[in-house]
């Protein structure tokens, strides 16, 4: 009576398992998080266009300003406490705290924004975001 031909569901199609929580450790360490050993980063900032050794390429990602939003985050969550702690505690001359929590802010942001900016790209590949996910590519490239 009706045809339910054009209403049967497709099958979405099998992709390889991307755990987050590993592709998230390995783009901490600065590493490809498809396979860990090639290098994300070639200088402080700047992602590679492709693994070296896997060949996984990484010249879609868009972290943008998401790891230094995160590390302004991080930075202030730590900072603003131990501050109002050690200025109620101890109570230093005003150069004292201003040199001390410019340094740690300085050295904190540096330490933490490369390996911030490796989590958003892994993350980004982990979870197919923008362009890591090959069978979108293999479906624009078929029609």
Request: proline fraction near 7%; glycine fraction near 8%.
């Amino acid at each position: 009576m009706t045809d339910t031909q054009g209403l049967t569901p497709q099958k979405a199609p099998i992709h390889e398992d991307r755990p987050t929580k590993p592709a998230l450790w390995k783009g901490w360490r600065g590493r490809c998080p498809k396979c860990g050993e090639g290098k994300l980063l070639h200088s402080y900032l700047k992602v590679n266009d492709s693994c070296s050794n896997c060949g996984e390429e990484f010249h879609h990602h868009r972290a943008d300003d998401g790891p230094a939003y995160l590390t302004i985050l991080i930075v202030g969550h730590l900072m603003a406490p131990l501050m109002h702690y050690m200025a109620f505690e101890w109570r230093p001359s005003p150069w004292v705290m201003a040199s001390v929590f410019s340094t740690g802010c300085l050295a904190a942001s540096l330490y933490l924004l490369p390996h911030l900016k490796g989590v958003v790209v892994a993350y980004q590949w982990a979870r197919r975001m923008h362009g890591f996910d090959k069978t979108s590519e293999q479906k624009v490239s078929a029609a």
